[in-house]
């Protein structure tokens, strides 16, 4: 049941016209939970409250289906945009960003331009990017971006996916490079053929993954809600004596605000990745897909509205 909730909700996230709807009607059916409001203004204001919780923040302009350059150059806008402002104002921010909405499925020349312009202003800032992993057709060149940019900028990091079977090899491939990783489970509908179907492989796979990234000495971010993830790490540091500056915990807006605090309160670095902006649809199904229980929060919102 919860398999098929699962893939219900991955194929509803793909669907362009929900998606159109959903940016020209506004935050509805409890999307609020998740996304920090529609404007950068608003995002700030999360940012500041945040902050002075202790905890870290990165953002994400939502935009997804990005098919002209024209919406793909008001992304960059947006993102540089978010880059001043984290500096303007000297919040504890970084900046996260999908490929797709910066012109990756248009040319690679436009995606290329524009993450340069993206990262001179970031490096100028001293702001911190990460490229979002998207599904599996992305995921190459989106490693290949990273490294391209990796090799001129300092401030820029990318996601790998416990879920995929190529993600060992990657990350062997991408050592030379020193990488600052955020490493997740995985959050698209992907085929058997490259990704492994059992929530049990996926999580042994994710346990693999940071701790070679770990032991290798490179900085990494664990993104999880997953308690048996987060006592796994809190251990395996513990036990080969990795100082609390190599590493940090990372989790959604609006998911487990307790453990969030409880974390930064143990005395660990917790950053909460905010997104926000009218283009939430997409991000809001995944996070539905994720848990069932999600879906009854979404469900009493709407009942008793
Ligand atoms: P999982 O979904 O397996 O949940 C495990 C356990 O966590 C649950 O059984 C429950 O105990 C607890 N839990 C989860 N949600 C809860 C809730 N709402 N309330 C209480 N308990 C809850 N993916 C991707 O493909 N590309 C990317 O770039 C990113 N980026 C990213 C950034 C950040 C900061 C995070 C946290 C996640 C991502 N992801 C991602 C998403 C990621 O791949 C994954 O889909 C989600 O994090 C969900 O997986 P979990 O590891 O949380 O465990």
């Known amino acids: ?20 709807a959903a940016k020209k009607y ?4 409890g999307a609020a939970r998740f996304v920090a409001g529609d404007t950068l203004e608003q995002a700030i204001q999360v940012i500041k409250e945040m902050n002075d919780k202790g905890l870290a923040v ?10 002209n350059e024209t ?16 500096a303007q104002y000297g919040l504890n921010s970084q900046v996260s960003l999908k490929l797709t909405s910066m012109g990756l499925d248009l040319s690679d020349e436009l ?38 940019l990796k090799m001129k900028y ?54 693999e993954i940071i701790k070679i990234h770990l032991l290798n000495g490179h900085y990494t971010a664990i993104a999880t809600h997953d308690d048996m993830i987060i006592d796994f790490v809190k251990k395996f540091v513990k036990n080969k004596a990795i ?4 590493f940090e915990f990372q989790m959604l807006y609006g998911i487990r605000p307790e453990q969030q605090i409880e974390l930064v309160e143990q005395g660990y670095k917790m950053r909460v990745y905010i997104p926000y902006g009218t283009d939430w649809y997409g991000y809001f199904m995944r996070r539905l ?14 009942f008793t509205k």
């Open 243 to 246: 100082p609390k500056e190599q």
């Open 289 to 302: 897909a994720e848990r069932p229980a999600n879906v009854m929060f979404v469900l009493k919102g709407i």
């Open 154 to 207: 300092e401030n820029v990091g990318t996601v790998i996916q416990a879920y995929l079977y190529r993600t060992k090899a990657d990350m062997v491939d991408l050592e030379e490079y020193s990488p600052n990783l955020r490493l997740v489970k995985g959050a698209y509908k992907e085929s058997s053929k490259v990704a492994f179907p059992e929530k049990e492989d996926v999580d042994n796979n994710f346990k």
């Open 111 to 148: 995606v290329l331009e524009n993450m340069q312009k993206i990262m001179n202003t970031a490096e100028e800032n001293h702001v911190f990017i990460t490229i979002d992993m998207e599904d599996f057709t992305r995921c190459q060149k989106t490693l290949d971006m990273f490294k391209h």
């Open 58 to 67: 990165t953002i994400d302009y939502l935009g997804e289906f990005v098919d």
């Open 71 to 86: 919406e793909a150059n008001i992304m960059v806008k947006n993102a540089i945009e978010a880059i001043k402002a984290i």
């Open 26 to 29: 506004g935050l509805k059916f």
């Open 1 to 20: 049941m919860e398999k098929a909730m699962r893939n219900f909700f991955l194929f509803l996230s793909k669907n362009k016209t929900l998606t159109k």
